[in-house]
């Protein structure tokens, strides 16, 4: 997909300094309400994309992995647990969740945060992206596009390349979480992908990491199945200062973080928002 640098979609600017806020961003009074809506990506795509209004200056987006979206019960659950602290969005990526189209493995998705991130940078004093799995590598094409987009990354069991994904079915982590997804409530709410070509053009988080230039955290479970904790090591030697790594001892793969290891989880994660985010801000 080619997307012309000097010809954005109507109503679409590319600058990342002062500009208007894009079109069909939802209207953010009055607080303590969930605001949804659809935004225009560049390439003309419509972007879902919900944000939970609490009156705060700072705003989290939340990036769901492969196969989640907006809706996942866990992902919710997290923007309850930040809402003390900040304003939150989520969007559906494409062919995620109401997106439209096809899934195209972190090719084309940089375009769908882009619109939500500059959404947030019209109207927020910080905002910080916390990605999981491939929205985590989504997160970081993005950041690497338009580095003024976004203070601070958070990175959740990100593959350093999707073509190096574990895929350890025989591990014990497997059935747990194939049991969750498929078969219980909670955990088929929100799901779903369509997914196009895998092999066609796609980002790698490990070549674009060292072009991001906000703080990062990374932060791995060590049981996770799907995505070795090596990934997490490698992009976090290729990522710049200032950056840390957090691994949690028997942790599964990104979102399910906040089923088995909640609590651990939430520690690491408010600590870093409030030392580097919340802190800073103060300054």
Same mark, same amino acid.
């Given at each position: 997909?080619?997307?012309?640098?000097?010809?954005?979609?109507?109503?679409?600017?590319?600058?990342?300094?002062?500009?208007?806020?894009?079109?069909?961003?939802?209207?953010?009074?009055?607080?303590?309400?969930?605001?949804?809506?659809?935004?225009?990506?560049?390439?003309?795509?419509?972007?879902?994309?919900?944000?939970?209004?609490?009156?705060? !200056?700072?705003?989290?987006?939340?990036?769901?992995?492969?196969?989640?979206?907006?809706?996942?019960?866990?992902?919710?659950?997290?923007?309850?647990?930040?809402?003390?602290?900040?304003?939150?969005?989520?969007?559906?990526?494409?062919?995620?969740?109401?997106?439209?189209?096809?899934?195209?493995?972190?090719?084309?998705?940089?375009?769908?945060?882009?619109?939500?991130?500059?959404?947030?940078?019209?109207?927020?004093?910080?905002?910080?992206?916390?990605?999981?799995?491939?929205?985590?590598?989504?997160?970081?094409?993005?950041?690497?596009?338009?580095?003024?987009?976004? !203070?601070?990354?958070?990175?959740?069991?990100?593959?350093?390349?999707?073509?190096?994904? !574990?895929?350890?079915?025989?591990?014990?982590?497997?059935?747990?979480?194939?049991?969750?997804?498929?078969?219980?409530?909670?955990?088929?709410?929100?799901?779903?992908?369509?997914?196009?070509?895998?092999?066609?053009?796609?980002?790698?988080?490990?070549?674009?990491?060292?072009?991001?230039?906000?703080?990062?955290?990374?932060?791995?479970?060590?049981?996770?199945?799907?995505?070795?904790?090596?990934?997490?090591?490698?992009?976090? !030697?290729?990522?710049?200062?200032?950056?840390?790594?957090?691994?949690?001892?028997?942790?599964?793969?990104?979102?399910?973080?906040?089923?088995?290891?909640?609590?651990?989880?939430?520690?690491?994660?408010?600590?870093?928002?409030?030392?580097?985010?919340?802190?800073?801000?103060?300054?």
């Amino acid at each position: 997909m080619h997307v012309r640098k000097d010809q954005p979609p109507a109503g679409v600017c590319r600058s990342v300094g002062v500009r208007p806020v894009p079109v069909g961003a939802p209207n953010f009074l009055p607080n303590d309400k969930v605001v949804s809506g659809r935004l225009t990506a560049l390439d003309g795509h419509p972007v879902p994309a919900e944000f939970h209004v609490h009156g705060h !200056d700072r705003c989290v987006v939340l990036v769901h992995g492969f196969y989640n979206s907006k809706s996942a019960p866990l992902l919710q659950g997290l923007a309850g647990e930040l809402a003390s602290s900040f304003d939150v969005a989520l969007l559906d990526l494409c062919g995620h969740g109401a997106s439209q189209g096809l899934f195209s493995w972190t090719h084309r998705e940089w375009m769908d945060l882009e619109v939500v991130l500059r959404a947030a940078r019209g109207r927020y004093r910080r905002v910080v992206v916390i990605g999981f799995s491939l929205g985590g590598a989504v997160s970081v094409a993005c950041l690497a596009r338009f580095p003024k987009l976004a !203070d601070a990354l958070v990175c959740v069991a990100v593959p350093a390349r999707l073509g190096e994904v !574990d895929y350890r079915f025989w591990e014990k982590g497997m059935r747990r979480d194939f049991v969750y997804t498929l078969l219980t409530p909670e955990g088929r709410r929100g799901k779903g992908v369509r997914p196009g070509f895998l092999w066609g053009r796609r980002d790698r988080a490990i070549e674009k990491i060292g072009e991001v230039r906000v703080p990062v955290l990374f932060v791995h479970g060590t049981d996770d199945w799907v995505v070795k904790p090596g990934h997490s090591r490698r992009l976090f !030697d290729a990522a710049r200062e200032p950056k840390e790594l957090k691994l949690i001892q028997g942790g599964p793969h990104a979102e399910y973080l906040l089923r088995d290891c909640r609590e651990e989880f939430l520690q690491v994660l408010k600590s870093w928002l409030e030392r580097v985010v919340l802190e800073g801000l103060e300054k």
